[in-house]
């Protein structure tokens, strides 16, 4: 399985961006799936996830502001994020779940204020 994240950039406060995971290498419709961010010197932090059947959850610092979805057919997740603040600045981590959890290599957000 491969998980290849693109999107991430240096952003305004108040901007947003779009992050993409295209999976291959496996049935990317069956799983759920997710993001982490890991900011300097700080824990991984669960940003969000989607299941099989887009059923989502977020974490309470994004909730309003990022909004997590899938294409099955394009193998692909999304994390659209608006509104962005410094805090939120980390490298973000796609992952996918089931026997295995498979991880992106990440993708740097920077916003700044």
């Known amino acids: 399985v491969q998980l290849v994240e693109s999107g991430g950039g240096l952003v305004q406060t108040g901007g947003s961006l779009r992050l993409s995971c295209k999976a291959s290498?496996?049935?990317?419709?069956?799983?759920?799936m997710g993001w982490y961010r890991q900011a300097p010197g700080k824990q991984r932090e669960l940003v969000a996830t989607i299941t099989s059947f887009a059923s989502t959850n977020y974490a309470d610092s994004v909730k309003g502001r990022f909004t997590i979805s899938r294409d099955n057919a394009k193998n692909t997740m999304y994390l659209q994020m608006n509104n962005l603040k410094p805090e939120d600045t980390a490298v973000y981590y796609c992952y996918l779940g089931g026997p295995q959890t498979s991880w992106g290599q990440g993708t740097q957000v920077t916003v700044s204020s």
């Open positions: 290498g496996t049935i990317f419709s069956i799983f759920s």
